[in-house]
């Protein structure tokens, strides 16, 4: 039992019932009251329920249906919830009919650096801005970030640009820190299977984008979004940055098939990272335009404005006068397949 189907016009107090039914068995809900029908999504390990205490379920006023979703995960799949979710971030959704840019520099290395890049990106039409203060590097001798101090100009970005904040998380113990700051909680790649960090961001309010790790199936990565949303927080955003092959040509492989694939199997938004998948700045414009085209909801791109100076990442940033005329280029794509940009 994993979905319980409420006919229209139930009452708030049949509602309860059922919820109060579900917590007594360890399990909690999360009710989702549509034009047509109200859906209780039933969050927790359901598969102790006896068919005995299903019937009971069944046999609440209201209820018309009790549906067992037999996919591993659950409350991301497409069955849990048939329209895409819109996760709504300061006024900027995210899952909608505009395809939402988050953009800016793979690292904060500094108050005016970003102030700058941010102004540039902001009036190309980006909606929010991404930077690094806990970086997750190869090498333990690469610059790691400027944590708080980071976080400080990220915060002032959105005071002076009204772009709300992407940054990544790599610890469960910069938490507190990260959710005073940050709009959306990035998980990077090497932490998509960091279930301790998953958890923990399962419990706070903030929107979560996951990106794909590096060597994770669909599968694995719909599994790690599900660990989340096991702990209640049902806004997550699936973030494709490539993936390892065989392949050398590029830093990655972008695997824009996820898009119409997690299309079928998840109502979760997608956001397509083409910077990191490419590593390679002249190659990032034709991806972003083809994950448009594909149907993605967003996209993720790296911009310096000195990417030769950039403390990470620089080989894969745009300049932002090559981000604006990407932004206008995008238009006619986005129009295309019936969207906004
Ligand atoms: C980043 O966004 O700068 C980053 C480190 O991404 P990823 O985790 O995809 O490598
Ligand atoms: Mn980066």
């Known amino acids: 039992m994993d979905i319980i189907v409420l006919s229209p016009g139930t009452k708030r107090e049949a509602i309860n019932r059922v919820v109060r039914r579900l917590k007594k068995w360890g399990l909690q809900a999360h009710v989702s ?15 102790k329920i006896t068919e005995d205490e299903e019937n009971s379920v069944r046999a609440i006023e209201g209820v ?7 996919k591993p995960f659950k409350l991301a799949s497409r069955e849990f919830k048939r329209q895409t979710s819109i996760i709504n971030v300061k006024g900027k959704r995210i899952g909608g009919k505009k395809i939402v840019v988050m953009a800016g520099p793979c690292s904060v290395e500094g108050r005016d650096m970003l102030l700058d890049i941010a102004g540039k990106i902001s009036k190309a039409g980006a909606s929010f801005i991404r930077g690094g203060a806990f970086k997750p590097r190869t090498s333990p001798y690469a610059f790691q970030g400027l944590g708080e101090e980071g976080l400080k100009y990220l915060a002032e970005v959105r005071e002076k640009t009204g772009m709300p904040v992407v940054t990544e998380l790599m610890d469960p113990r910069d938490i507190d820190l990260i959710e005073k700051y940050a709009d959306v909680i990035q998980i990077g790649a ?6 301790r960090l998953l958890l923990e961001v399962g419990m706070s309010k903030k929107p979560v984008l996951l990106k794909r790790g590096l060597a994770a199936t669909i599968k694995d990565w719909l599994m790690a979004a599900e660990y989340i949303m096991s702990k209640g927080n049902l806004k997550v955003i699936l973030c494709e940055r490539g993936i390892r092959t065989f392949e050398t040509a590029t830093r990655n492989t972008l695997d824009l098939s996820a898009v119409p694939v997690l299309r079928e199997m998840t109502h979760l938004p997608i956001v397509i990272d083409p910077s990191h998948a490419v590593g390679k700045w002249s190659l990032v414009e034709s991806m972003a335009k083809a994950a448009v085209a594909a149907g993605a909801d967003g996209l993720m791109i790296e911009v310096h404005e000195h990417p030769e100076e950039a403390f990470s990442d620089g080989e894969q940033s745009l300049k932002p006068s090559v981000f604006k005329k990407m932004m206008t280029d995008l238009k006619p794509i986005a129009r295309a397949v019936g969207r906004t940009i």
């Open 33 to 47: 009251r549509g034009a047509e029908r109200t859906i209780v999504g039933v969050i927790g390990d359901t598969s």
């Open 64 to 70: 018309e249906d009790v549906i067992r979703i037999l």
């Open 190 to 195: 090497r932490n998509m299977q960091n279930f």
